[in-house]
Each structure stands twice: as structure tokens, then as C-alpha cells.
């Protein structure tokens, strides 16, 4: 008897960015010939009582790894939308996302960014979907059996997703 060898083809890999000072999470997805694979998720926290260069550095280190790692062919963040009563959280979301533009630019990875009511539409169908129909979604697509361990973990993963569900090729 011969064996019989399966050839799964990877044809794109994106990690997903929820920045945030306190916390940024982030998720690796690969699109396969059958779906989407999740390969890491988690999320960075960061002391707020910690200096900024030094919070700012570990977002860095942390994600710079997990590039290296995985090697993805696109880094997906979701579009600012800024609210005008939290001007400060606006200004250190900018800083976060500045670091992963440099940390992008520096790895040769290009950043695609997508809107809130594109990835509910592309998880779920519909752009009004809210946060337990997107986690379900996640789940189920990725077959991903425990619950997530993060909410900044899930909407990465999310991201992820998003912006392969561009890739025509890929449909889960």
C-alpha cells in the first residue's frame, strides 16, 4: 500500500492588531485550502504606572516577536474613530499605532485597515452584529473550542479574518 499525502497549501497568513496602551491584542490567522487556521492570539498588557517609553517598547518587543515569528503577508488594524470626550485615550492610541506602523514598515509587512462594520459584515453578514455574535462567529469559523481568553484576543482575530475575507480565494 502507497501512503497517501495531503498537501494543505497555505495561501495567505494576516495578523489582526487591537491596539491599546493598556492592552493590545493581537491574532494570527492562516488561510488554508479548507479555512482559516487560528496560530496564536493574546494579548500585550502593560502597567499603567509604567513609563510611556517604557510601555511603548514592550507593545513593540512583544508584537516584533510574534512578526518574526509567524511572518505574516499583512497586518489588519482597525480604522480610529476617536471619541471627543476621551481626547487622552485618542492621543495614546495614536502613539500605539504609531509604533506599529514603524514595527510594520521595519518588517516589510504592509498594514490594511478596515471598519467596524466591515468585519461584523464579513464574520457575520450583517454590519449591526454585536460583541457576542462576533465572538461566536470567531469561534465557529476558527474552531476554536474554549472560550477566548481576551476581548482584545477575539476582536485581533477578527481583524485577522477581515482582511483575508478580501482575498477572494478565501471563504470559510
Same mark, same amino acid.
Not at 512583544?62 to 509567524?70: F, I, N, P, T, Y
Not at 506602523?101 to 514598515?105: C, E, I, P, T, V
Not at 450583517?126 to 460583541?131: E, F, I, L, T, V
Given at each position: 500500500? %502507497?501512503w497517501l499525502?495531503?498537501h494543505? #497549501?497555505?495561501?495567505?497568513k494576516?495578523?489582526?492588531?487591537? +491596539?491599546?496602551?493598556?492592552?493590545?491584542?493581537?491574532g494570527?490567522?492562516e &488561510?488554508?485550502d479548507?479555512? %482559516?487556521r487560528?496560530?496564536?492570539? %493574546?494579548?500585550?498588557? $502593560? *502597567?499603567?504606572?509604567?513609563?510611556?517609553?517604557? #510601555?511603548?517598547? $514592550?507593545?513593540?518587543d512583544?508584537?516584533?516577536?510574534?512578526?518574526?515569528?509567524?511572518k505574516?503577508d499583512?497586518?489588519?488594524?482597525?480604522?480610529v474613530?476617536?471619541?471627543?470626550?476621551?481626547p487622552?485615550?485618542?492621543?495614546?492610541?495614536?502613539?500605539? !499605532?504609531g509604533v506599529i506602523?514603524?514595527?510594520?514598515?521595519e518588517e516589510?509587512? +504592509?498594514?490594511v485597515?478596515? #471598519? +467596524?462594520?466591515?468585519?461584523?459584515y &464579513?464574520?457575520t453578514g450583517?454590519? #449591526? &452584529?454585536?460583541?457576542e455574535?462576533?465572538k !461566536?462567529?470567531?469561534r465557529?469559523i476558527? !474552531?476554536?473550542?474554549k472560550p477566548?481568553?481576551?476581548s482584545?484576543a477575539g476582536? &485581533?482575530?477578527?481583524?485577522a479574518? $477581515? %482582511?483575508l475575507? !478580501?482575498n477572494r480565494n478565501f *471563504?470559510?
Open positions: 500500500m %502507497g499525502f495531503l494543505l #497549501r497555505v495561501a495567505m494576516a495578523i489582526g492588531i487591537d +491596539p491599546g496602551l493598556a492592552m493590545t491584542g493581537f494570527v490567522v &488561510a488554508l479548507y479555512g %482559516g487560528a496560530c496564536e492570539w %493574546g494579548a500585550i498588557r $502593560t *502597567r499603567s504606572n509604567s513609563p510611556l517609553s517604557f #510601555r511603548l517598547k $514592550t507593545i513593540y512583544s508584537l516584533k516577536e510574534v512578526l518574526e515569528k509567524w505574516p499583512f497586518l489588519v488594524l482597525e480604522e474613530f476617536v471619541l471627543k470626550q476621551y487622552k485615550a485618542a492621543i495614546q492610541l495614536g502613539e500605539v !499605532r506602523y514603524l514595527m510594520a514598515q516589510g509587512i +504592509p498594514v485597515e478596515v #471598519r +467596524p462594520t466591515e468585519v461584523k &464579513a464574520l450583517s454590519g #449591526r &452584529a454585536d460583541k455574535q462576533i !461566536r462567529a470567531i465557529q476558527l !474552531r476554536i473550542e477566548l481568553s481576551s482584545h476582536d &485581533a482575530l477578527a481583524l479574518l $477581515t %482582511g475575507s !478580501r *471563504r470559510w
